[in-house]
């Protein structure tokens, strides 16, 4: 065996060594989900969360516009979402909206757990062409949504666009969430809902986020959230 040959098959050996140490990097903490289930004499919500998700989804509300916000919500926020609705929308949007709001955040809370380690608030600033909307989450165990829309129109596509404050006063409610999300400034309808929507996510996302360095600590000093 030449001096080349015999130098080389150590180096070998470390690489295959190596594999074993990437697989020991995962993390120890339990998975972040929640099951939707949600029905009344109006709607009937089913489904699945997963905080820490890879921003698939599978959604079906009979609304097409509130399904396309809903899959901006789980791929900008990282989440694996599905969900099927089905509501009286031959009466009004208004029960099925508010009460998918309310089933996301029931889900949202019961996956968060005792909420220990996250960094329970986030915001973000999403610009969407000649929109520029702001949205900031506080897992606070408080809940209160303060919605302000610039919409000049009573659709975005074929969903009534005064029940987008509803849909996140009902996740508010039901996460005991602050939510604040506003419009900056914009002309396209479709833009200024779109990018709420998305600066949402994405502040949903940094506050359910785990913080290494808190993580068996609360992070409240009232010792309650």
Not at 18 to 34: C, E, I, W
């Amino acid at each position: 065996m030449s001096l080349r040959a015999r130098r080389a098959g150590p180096t070998k050996r470390l690489v295959r060594r190596a594999g074993p140490a990437k697989r020991t990097r995962q993390t120890n903490q339990p998975p972040r989900r929640a099951t939707i289930d949600r029905r009344t004499t109006e709607t009937q919500i089913r489904g699945r969360l997963v905080i820490d998700g890879q921003g698939r989804y599978d959604v079906r509300t009979g609304i097409r516009f509130l399904d396309h916000m809903l899959e901006l919500v789980a791929r900008h926020g990282g989440f694996d979402l599905t969900l099927r609705a089905t509501g009286d929308l031959d009466v009004d949007q208004h029960h099925t909206v508010e009460d998918i709001g309310i089933a996301l955040g029931e889900a949202m809370l019961a996956a968060l757990g005792d909420r220990k380690g996250i960094n329970r608030a986030g915001y973000f600033v999403m610009p969407m062409d000649e929109t520029l909307a702001v949205a900031a989450v506080d897992l606070s165990g408080r809940p209160h949504a303060v919605v302000d829309l610039k919409l000049g129109v009573e659709r975005v596509g074929d969903l009534q666009s005064e029940l987008v404050h509803d849909f996140f006063d009902g996740f508010a409610s039901a996460a005991r969430a602050n939510v604040h999300a506003t419009v900056l400034y914009g002309r396209s309808s479709h833009h200024q809902v779109e990018a709420v929507f998305k600066a949402f996510a994405r502040a949903l996302r940094v506050a359910c986020a785990r913080d290494a360095r808190l993580a068996k600590m609360l992070p409240s000093t009232k010792g309650l959230l």
